[in-house]
């Protein structure tokens, strides 16, 4: 099974701050979808958005998203990202199981999506005020994400925006990510976490698990991507330019 991804488009018609190029991740998101054209599904590791100028901005940029990816004709996964949640409700780019995780299946490697837009006391960010340093989480979805993860018969892939492998210092990391960490190295089962978040793009290892964190695609004028191949053993990463 052939999974496409791509991260940290923003996308939002003709808005560029500091080095995101955001009014020309559209066009960016065709040049991969034709890079990623043997690709049997595809995994959007979020922050698909960047917040618009107006509501009726946002309805437009989530439109124009969405009919890009539609014309791909392949099934899509989303990760919701921290700027997702400033101008969308949860339902308008995914629909999960009230702890924010949901979960698909891969061939025969289960796929579990977890939500870390929260804050450390539990609550959403769409419940609270926040600040994307606070990110975390919770209670409900660690117990959800142990339940997946017991019930799993074949190897397991995480998918997460913000980032679960310790960076000690480094705020794009869950504040439970040692938690988190050894609940995926106890089950035996996980064959790779996939993440956004962190724009440079980074890689690890902790404890027999890759971390694979993906660059952004808004960033200057680069165009990253991967695609992942899943199978028996540790999964195939290929990193990508559109």
Same mark, same amino acid.
């Given at each position: 099974? /052939?999974?496409?991804?791509?991260? $940290?488009?923003?996308?939002?018609?003709?808005?560029?701050?500091?080095?995101?190029?955001?009014?020309? =991740?559209?066009?960016?998101?065709?040049?991969?979808?034709?890079?990623?054209?043997? +690709?049997?599904?595809?995994?959007?590791?979020? $922050?698909?958005?960047?917040?618009? !100028?107006?509501?009726?901005?946002?309805?437009?940029?989530?439109?124009?998203?969405?009919?890009?990816?539609?014309? =791909?004709? /392949?099934?899509?996964?989303?990760?919701?990202?921290?700027?997702?949640?400033?101008?969308?409700?949860?339902? +308008?780019?995914? %629909?999960?199981?009230?702890?924010?995780?949901?979960?698909?299946? !891969?061939?025969?490697?289960?796929?579990?999506?977890?939500?870390?837009?929260?804050? /450390? =006391?539990?609550?959403?960010?769409?419940?609270? %005020?926040?600040?994307?340093?606070? %990110? !975390?989480?919770?209670?409900?979805?660690?117990?959800?994400?142990?339940?997946?993860?017991?019930? +799993?018969?074949?190897?397991?892939?995480?998918?997460?925006?913000?980032?679960?492998? &310790?960076?000690?210092?480094?705020?794009?990391?869950?504040?439970?990510?040692?938690?988190?960490?050894?609940?995926?190295? $106890? =089950?035996?089962?996980?064959?790779?976490?996939?993440?956004?978040?962190?724009?440079?793009?980074?890689?690890?290892?902790?404890?027999? &698990?890759?971390?694979?964190?993906?660059?952004?695609?808004?960033?200057?004028?680069?165009?990253?991507?991967?695609?992942?191949?899943?199978?028996?053993?540790?999964? %195939?990463?290929?990193?990508?330019? +559109?």
């Amino acid at each position: 099974m /052939k999974i496409g991804l791509f991260a $940290d488009l923003h996308y939002a018609k003709g808005i560029t701050y500091g080095t995101r190029q955001c009014g020309q =991740s559209l066009l960016k998101l065709q040049r991969i979808l034709n890079r990623l054209s043997n +690709a049997d599904l595809l995994v959007n590791l979020g $922050d698909a958005l960047n917040e618009g !100028a107006s509501p009726r901005d946002n309805a437009g940029n989530l439109q124009a998203f969405q009919a890009v990816l539609a014309a =791909s004709g /392949k099934p899509v996964y989303h990760v919701l990202g921290n700027h997702d949640t400033h101008a969308f409700p949860r339902p +308008a780019l995914i %629909s999960s199981g009230p702890e924010g995780g949901y979960s698909f299946m !891969a061939g025969e490697t289960a796929c579990l999506v977890l939500d870390g837009n929260y804050v /450390k =006391s539990g609550l959403s960010y769409y419940e609270t %005020s926040w600040d994307w340093t606070d %990110s !975390a989480l919770p209670e409900g979805q660690i117990h959800w994400l142990q339940r997946e993860l017991e019930k +799993a018969q074949g190897p397991v892939i995480v998918f997460c925006h913000q980032n679960l492998d &310790i960076r000690p210092g480094d705020p794009h990391v869950v504040s439970n990510a040692g938690r988190v960490e050894r609940i995926l190295e $106890d =089950s035996g089962k996980v064959a790779a976490v996939i993440q956004g978040h962190y724009h440079p793009g980074y890689f690890q290892h902790i404890n027999g &698990i890759p971390y694979y964190t993906l660059k952004a695609v808004c960033e200057g004028e680069g165009c990253p991507c991967a695609l992942l191949e899943t199978g028996s053993g540790e999964p %195939s990463v290929q990193w990508m330019e +559109a």
